[in-house]
């Protein structure tokens, strides 16, 4: 771990800021933009007016320790360790019934959350993204590499350790599709000088995104401007080569011009363990095994069979037709028989 | 009693933030006690829900003076009330503003929907929170929930950052888990505020309505603007 305070004693402003240039943001939210950067901080400080600093609340004394802080902070979100498997111990149903489950999950596989409407898969999505711990409704526990996870690491790990996509997200930032990934890049990889890969990394994103989605689409296109399928495209790609998480949970993806298969195997190519909880036969049969829930319980845990997967080829075959007619009405075409062929 | 401050920007989702905290308190007694400007509607749904309420309206005064000067009663009122956790809801604070006191677990609630660089925007309400509490996070894509993340390490780098649903609740058992180990708060008589209170002692504090030099008297502040 770097000293930052003693770095920040004895260097220039401008010899910090050219090694972890996020420092300059630092002094941009202080509103400290016009420091003599030639001079360390407490120098330049030094020559800033009394009544200036005042007016906005700061002390000289506290912000070489709030600098210190803040590279410390910035540098340290980076430092997420991949993890390899996840366990559910299973907990109670709604009526208080045993569910009896223990399942596990491996980084690079998929599992499908199957069950009515209301049954309680989005609680055991919960359960993962809390990394519960017997200690919420449902009584489950979640292992992280076959070990409990601390009171202290749930709070240090949340957020960080499971990704979300669901049907009802949407790209808000009014910003292009190479300035969102740019700048996702560098949230993420704020410690490096420069950047390191970003620049590469941002365009495997780029290209694979296109590759998912069943409409092309451009860098300097607005994120928000990007179709149902495009954004899901990019979140998904985004996903796997962009977020640190290991763990990505998905609350559906429609058949909405996004190569969901592709998809699935992109997130289990980069080593991802991923949940996904559906009613498309599709992507249910693509996991590796299936959790049914009913009653708020795991009610049943189903290795996707040989007959299953024999299944999946022809339900894929059906996928196809339904896309080949899908296309032929968009393009103005009649939807003939030989579109099914 | 365990005291919490509550603060972030209207329409941010402070108050179904903590009508889902509500949720998870294991039966203990939750009040609320509602600092506005004008106009609330906020007390009128905590009590629907069951929970005491008290709802402060700063009218003229400054909305951060007007917190200062009231807070300690409210300790009393919820001593009296036999309230467990007290939750005070500041909204209408400008962003110069910030509620939170020393000693006493601080929440900012800031919208994902609101801007990037909105947490950076915030000022000490949000740099001096303990615990920073995105909402809305459920529509947003994962890759803006994880830069605005970013942006609001940024802006306060000690903080707990926790994705709360005002929905749905999801997020608001791991708030409520973080809130349980505030210490407890029997008086605030001394204690200090994290950030100073806006100054202002000038003619428009007092009822002036009028613009121009002519009108201006007491402590105010001039703009440089270029020639």
């Given at each position: 771990?770097?000293?930052?305070?003693?770095?920040?004693?004895?260097?220039?402003?401008?010899?910090?800021?050219s090694?972890?240039?996020?420092?300059?943001?630092?002094?941009?939210?202080?509103?400290?933009p016009?420091?003599?950067?030639?001079?360390?901080?407490?120098?330049?400080?030094?020559?800033?007016?009394?009544?200036?600093?005042?007016?906005?609340?700061?002390?000289r004394?506290?912000?070489?320790?709030?600098?210190?802080?803040?590279?410390?902070?910035?540098?340290?979100?980076?430092?997420v360790?991949?993890?390899?498997?996840?366990?559910i111990?299973?907990?109670?149903?709604?009526?208080?019934n045993?569910?009896?489950?223990?399942?596990?999950?491996?980084?690079?596989?998929?599992?499908?959350?199957?069950?009515?409407?209301?049954?309680?898969?989005?609680?055991?999505?919960?359960?993962?993204?809390?990394?519960?711990?017997?200690?919420t409704?449902?009584?489950?526990?979640?292992?992280?590499?076959?070990e409990?996870?601390?009171?202290?690491?749930?709070f240090?790990?949340?957020?960080?350790?499971?990704?979300q996509?669901?049907?009802?997200?949407?790209?808000?930032?009014?910003?292009?599709?190479?300035?969102?990934?740019?700048?996702?890049?560098?949230?993420r990889?704020?410690?490096?000088?420069?950047?390191?890969?970003?620049?590469?990394?941002?365009?495997?994103?780029?290209?694979?995104?296109?590759?998912l989605?069943?409409?092309?689409?451009?860098?300097?296109?607005?994120?928000?401007?990007l179709?149902?399928?495009?954004?899901r495209?990019?979140?998904?790609?985004?996903?796997?080569?962009?977020?640190?998480?290991?763990?990505?949970?998905?609350?559906?993806?429609?058949?909405?011009?996004?190569?969901?298969?592709?998809?699935?195997a992109?997130?289990?190519?980069?080593?991802?363990?991923?949940?996904i909880?559906?009613?498309?036969?599709?992507?249910?049969?693509?996991?590796?095994?299936?959790?049914v829930?009913?009653?708020?319980?795991i009610?049943?845990?189903?290795?996707?069979?040989?007959?299953?997967?024999?299944?999946?080829r022809?339900?894929?075959?059906?996928?196809?037709?339904?896309?080949?007619?899908?296309?032929?009405?968009?393009?103005?075409?009649?939807?003939?028989?030989?579109?099914?062929? | 009693m365990?005291?919490?401050?509550?603060?972030?920007?209207?329409?941010?989702?402070?108050?179904?933030?903590?009508?889902r905290?509500?949720?998870?308190?294991?039966?203990?007694?939750?009040?609320?006690?509602?600092?506005?400007?004008l106009t609330?509607?906020?007390?009128?749904?905590?009590?629907?829900?069951?929970?005491?309420?008290?709802?402060?309206?700063?009218?003229?005064?400054?909305?951060?003076?007007?917190?200062?000067?009231?807070?300690?009663?409210g300790?009393?009122?919820?001593?009296?009330?036999?309230?467990?956790?007290?939750?005070?809801?500041?909204?209408?604070?400008?962003?110069?503003?910030?509620p939170?006191?020393?000693?006493?677990t601080?929440?900012?609630?800031?919208?994902s929907?609101?801007?990037?660089?909105?947490?950076?925007?915030?000022?000490?309400m949000?740099k001096?929170?303990?615990?920073?509490?995105?909402t809305?996070?459920?529509?947003?894509?994962?890759?803006?929930?994880?830069?605005?993340?970013?942006?609001?390490?940024?802006?306060?780098?000690?903080?707990?950052?926790?994705?709360?649903n005002?929905?749905?609740?999801?997020?608001a058992f791991?708030?409520?888990?973080?809130?349980?180990?505030a210490?407890?708060?029997?008086a605030?008589?001394?204690?200090?505020?994290?950030?100073?209170?806006?100054?202002?002692?000038?003619s428009?504090?007092?009822?002036?309505t009028?613009?121009?030099?002519?009108?201006?008297?007491?402590?105010?502040?001039?703009?440089?603007?270029?020639?």
């Amino acid at each position: 771990m770097t000293d930052f305070a003693a770095m920040i004693d004895s260097r220039a402003l401008d010899i910090i800021i050219s090694e972890y240039p996020v420092a300059r943001d630092f002094f941009l939210n202080l509103n400290l933009p016009r420091l003599d950067a030639s001079l360390t901080l407490a120098d330049a400080l030094e020559a800033a007016s009394d009544e200036w600093l005042e007016e906005f609340g700061l002390t000289r004394s506290e912000i070489p320790d709030q600098l210190a802080q803040f590279l410390s902070s910035m540098t340290a979100a980076e430092i997420v360790r991949p993890i390899s498997s996840l366990t559910i111990l299973g907990g109670i149903d709604k009526d208080g019934n045993a569910e009896n489950a223990e399942l596990r999950v491996d980084a690079g596989t998929v599992i499908s959350v199957v069950g009515p409407t209301g049954s309680g898969k989005s609680r055991l999505l919960g359960d993962i993204e809390c990394l519960a711990q017997g200690d919420t409704p449902t009584r489950r526990t979640i292992l992280i590499d076959g070990e409990a996870v601390s009171e202290e690491d749930r709070f240090r790990l949340g957020g960080g350790i499971v990704a979300q996509l669901s049907q009802n997200m949407n790209f808000v930032m009014d910003l292009t599709v190479a300035e969102f990934l740019e700048m996702h890049a560098r949230s993420r990889a704020v410690a490096a000088n420069p950047p390191a890969g970003a620049e590469s990394l941002v365009g495997a994103c780029f290209a694979c995104a296109n590759a998912l989605a069943g409409e092309k689409f451009t860098p300097d296109t607005k994120v928000t401007q990007l179709s149902g399928g495009q954004s899901r495209a990019l979140m998904i790609a985004d996903c796997a080569y962009m977020s640190h998480s290991s763990i990505v949970l998905i609350d559906e993806i429609e058949n909405a011009g996004v190569d969901r298969a592709e998809s699935l195997a992109l997130l289990t190519r980069s080593e991802k363990i991923v949940l996904i909880s559906t009613h498309d036969p599709l992507l249910a049969l693509s996991a590796d095994k299936r959790v049914v829930i009913k009653n708020g319980g795991i009610y049943k845990i189903l290795e996707t069979s040989d007959e299953e997967k024999e299944s999946l080829r022809e339900i894929e075959k059906i996928d196809r037709l339904l896309g080949a007619a899908r296309a032929a009405l968009r393009g103005g075409e009649r939807v003939t028989t030989s579109v099914s062929r | 009693m365990k005291m919490i401050t509550v603060a972030g920007p209207p329409s941010s989702g402070k108050t179904s933030v903590i009508l889902r905290l509500a949720e998870c308190l294991d039966g203990l007694r939750l009040g609320v006690i509602k600092f506005d400007c004008l106009t609330s509607f906020d007390a009128q749904r905590y009590r629907d829900a069951g929970i005491p309420a008290q709802l402060g309206l700063s009218g003229k005064f400054c909305p951060d003076h007007f917190f200062v000067n009231n807070v300690e009663e409210g300790l009393a009122w919820g001593a009296r009330r036999g309230i467990d956790v007290l939750v005070t809801e500041s909204a209408g604070l400008c962003n110069r503003c910030s509620p939170h006191i020393a000693g006493i677990t601080s929440v900012c609630v800031v919208d994902s929907l609101s801007g990037i660089n909105t947490p950076r925007k915030i000022g000490p309400m949000l740099k001096f929170a303990d615990i920073v509490v995105v909402t809305k996070g459920d529509i947003v894509s994962q890759a803006e929930r994880e830069v605005f993340a970013w942006s609001v390490r940024q802006a306060n780098g000690s903080a707990q950052i926790l994705s709360v649903n005002g929905i749905t609740g999801q997020g608001a058992f791991m708030l409520a888990k973080k809130l349980m180990q505030a210490r407890d708060t029997d008086a605030l008589a001394g204690a200090r505020l994290r950030f100073t209170t806006p100054a202002a002692a000038c003619s428009y504090c007092t009822g002036e309505t009028r613009i121009g030099e002519a009108y201006q008297m007491g402590m105010m502040r001039k703009m440089e603007y270029e020639q």
